[in-house]
Nanobody, 113 residues
Framework: QVQLVESGGGLVQPGGSLRLSCAASGSFFGFYTMGWYRQAPGNQREMVATITGSGSTNYADSVKGRFTVSRDNAKKSVYLQMASLKPEDTAVYYC???????WGQGTQVTVSS
């Protein structure tokens, strides 16, 4: 089982930015697609962004143009740069490695004035 640890969440004003990080354990990190999901209270968990081992990315329509997913395979890490944040981005954000079914513990992002 891959261990995933997120960091970087917090409280930010609308229009602000945050950068989430996810550190992974295990071997062959660079081969696997990684993803960021989020879950707001009362909502289902939803995909935010994914990135393949070679760097191809996919985004939810709601975050396109505002969020950027990236990875550093040497550091076994994946990142989510979030800009122009909106109150509706408030959620717990999770890092996942879909192929192994591994999820991090989540990090809270709150967008509020």
């Amino acid at each position: 089982q891959v261990q995933l640890v997120e960091s970087g969440g917090g409280l930010v004003q609308p229009g602000g930015s945050l950068r989430l990080s996810c550190a992974a354990s295990g071997s062959f990190f660079g081969f696997y697609t990684m993803g960021w999901y989020r879950q707001a209270p009362g909502n289902q968990r939803e995909m935010v962004a994914t990135i393949t081992g070679s760097g191809s990315t996919n985004y939810a329509d709601s975050v396109k143009g505002r969020f950027t997913v990236s990875r550093d395979n040497a550091k076994k890490s994946v990142y989510l740069q979030m800009a122009s944040l909106k109150p509706e981005d408030t959620a717990v954000y999770y890092c996942t490695q879909p192929s192994s079914g591994s999820w991090g513990q989540g990090t809270q992002v709150t967008v509020s004035s």
